[in-house]
């Protein structure tokens, strides 16, 4: 049975900057917070990465090989503005030479404006728990688009701001490490403020932008349904997927989840008049990024703490994944995926929606030049599959970014996990095609599985 994909659907891939451009000292750049991260942790760093910053051209010739007409890439802050505020025209050269490479080869750039890589300079002034930074991201904002705005229509403000709040600031296990719950939830509201102000800047400058936001789903599931166990699931899903989703779509934050929050006393207090008002701009595409469910289970005394990688959960946990797993121990779930996607058609009233990522970590079998990835090929198969069951029912998907163009750093885990389409040797930079990117550049040449 062919499965045939919408007219015009956007087929591509997408990458990070820190996690593939190395380089972080060249042309001016200044240290992110991932450089002073992996630095005082003993971590495998950024650089090299891909060395993708000079070998761009090289990388854009194999999206050109794959025939996507798409590629979702970041812009790092701390190389366009080493200090945060102060223009370093280096870092914006090499944005501007990628967009032109990229529509040389007949590629859709859509421009990421933050993808977890603060400069430094900006956490030592309170990183995002300081509400002044989502003034500064906007002036950001502002000076990418003066650059590439004259051919870039596709704007993210921030790829999962979950990640940079809850766990750059909540459980430390990203950069940049710290572990309090309360900033974390801040640092959320700041984010969303950011990504508000942003889009006014970026909307003020004219032209046909389309702007987005990308969040991260995880649909939660219960092994029992009893009133112990919904709650649990509720407290999972109001602060996972609906902490930043309801306040962008105007309809602030759920009252319930303001409840489960209130012993902490941080989140309320830094919600200023007129924030709701600004960080629930008007979307024109809602970016997903999905890879597994959570499983919640409710805990036998209700002010127990979870620990879960959720600050200010009480009362409910969460169970180990299970079935077959990826190799970073990810449950695959495609038909989860199907309903998540329902749902959000639903929830945001129909709102356009894109997958921005999915994808998954497997480990490369690489015979005689060639490398072989029947898992991730299944991966991808399979949940290509649901994407398409859920525009079959109705909802408004219209495209998919596959993660990742590249292997490359994994951020916490170094470069121990593979996502790539393309396989890198990171002791020489070779680039190899795995048989997952074969199978996906047919499955764009078709418009359909």
């Not at 015009?8 to 001016?28: H, K, L, N, V």
């Not at 009133?227 to 309801?246: I, M, T, V």
């Not at 830094?270 to 289970?297: F, T």
Request: charged residues 25%; negative net charge; proline residues 6%.
């Amino acid at each position: 049975m062919t499965r045939g994909f919408p007219a015009g659907f956007r087929w591509g891939t997408a990458t990070a900057a820190y996690q593939i451009e190395g380089s972080t000292t060249a042309d001016g750049r200044g240290p992110s917070i991932w450089d002073t991260f992996t630095a005082r942790s003993g971590l495998a760093t950024g650089d090299p990465a891909c060395d993708h910053y000079r070998r761009y051209r090289e990388d854009v010739r194999l999206l050109s090989e794959l025939g996507v007409p798409y590629y979702r890439f970041s812009v790092a802050w701390s190389r366009v503005m080493p200090d945060g505020r102060t223009v370093e025209p280096r870092g914006l050269a090499f944005y501007d030479r990628l967009v032109d490479t990229l529509l040389d080869h007949g590629i859709t750039p859509m421009v990421t404006l933050y993808h977890w890589d603060l400069p430094e300079a900006l956490q030592a002034e309170g990183g995002w728990p300081n509400r002044a930074l989502a003034d500064l991201f906007a002036d950001y904002a502002l000076t990418v688009h003066k650059v590439l705005g004259d051919r870039v229509r596709q704007w993210t403000t921030i790829n999962e701001p979950f990640c940079a709040a809850f766990i750059g600031y909540g459980n430390g296990d990203h950069a940049p490490g710290i572990r309090d719950e309360g900033a974390a939830l801040v640092a959320g509201h700041n984010l969303l403020l950011a990504h508000g102000k942003a889009t006014r800047a970026l909307r003020s400058a004219g032209g046909e932008q389309e702007v987005s936001i990308v969040l991260n789903f995880a649909p939660v599931l219960t092994d029992v349904d009893d009133a112990a166990h919904r709650e649990a699931a509720r407290k999972f899903d109001f602060l996972h997927n609906r902490f930043f989703l309801d306040p962008l779509l105007g309809r602030g934050y759920p009252p319930e989840l303001l409840a489960d929050l209130a012993h902490l006393g941080t989140l309320e207090p830094a919600i200023a008049d007129g924030d709701l008002e600004i960080l629930a701009q008007p979307l024109d595409v809602l970016g997903v990024n999905y890879y597994a469910p959570a499983r919640a289970v409710p805990l036998d005394d209700p002010e127990t703490d979870s620990n879960c990688p959720l600050p200010g959960l009480r009362g409910m946990d969460v169970q180990p994944p299970r079935g077959e797993l990826t190799s970073l121990g990810w449950e695959q779930r495609p038909e989860c995926f199907t309903e998540l996607l329902l749902w959000l058609h639903e929830h945001c009233d129909g709102l356009p929606l894109v997958i921005a990522e999915n994808g998954a970590a497997f480990e490369d079998e690489v015979v005689e030049g060639r490398v072989h990835d029947e898992k991730r090929v299944r991966y991808f198969a399979e949940h290509l599959a649901a994407v398409h069951a859920a525009i079959e029912r109705g909802a408004d998907v219209r495209g998919y970014m596959a993660w990742s163009l590249l292997d490359n750093f994994e951020w916490a885990m170094g470069y121990t996990q593979r996502f790539g389409l393309v396989h890198v040797d990171f002791e020489t930079q070779e680039r190899v095609l795995k048989d997952s990117a074969l199978f996906y550049a047919d499955v764009v040449a078709r418009n359909g599985l």
